[in-house]
């Protein structure tokens, strides 16, 4: 089978060409993982993969709870999208937790 011009980036069932013996071959980025890719997928596809690229951390937000215990975020944009199986981005959002601490906090009735 040949991918001729078709990658698919991630996991996609629907990328596929007649491979031999009227078995599948894929031509998505997952592939390599189950060994079932096209015989050109390497040089159709691979050498045009693009990994993702992340900017770097925002601030954390307050703590989502002014009195006792809440959680912080914070995230960070895609500058690059992954392109025809490139490096997957990593996580782009983080969460802890906190103590709200806010002064009026002793003093409710």
């Known amino acids: 089978g040949s991918c001729r011009h078709r990658c698919c ?5 629907a990328c596929w060409a007649p491979g031999a013996r009227r078995a599948r071959c894929y031509c998505d980025s997952y592939c390599q993982r189950t060994g079932d890719c096209c015989q050109d997928y390497p040089t159709s596809c691979r050498r045009a993969a ?3 690229a992340v900017g770097p951390w925002g601030p ?6 002014p ?10 944009q895609v500058t690059v999208p992954p ?9 782009l959002k ?3 937790g906190c103590l709200g601490q806010h002064p009026t906090c002793g003093t409710a009735q």
């Open 67 to 76: 009195c006792g215990v809440g959680s912080r975020a914070r995230s960070r």
């Open 50 to 52: 693009v990994g993702c």
């Open 9 to 13: 980036p991630g996991r996609n069932n």
């Open 94 to 96: 983080q969460r802890r």
């Open 83 to 91: 392109r025809h199986g490139g490096d997957p981005c990593p996580e």
């Open 60 to 65: 954390w937000s307050g703590c989502s709870s």
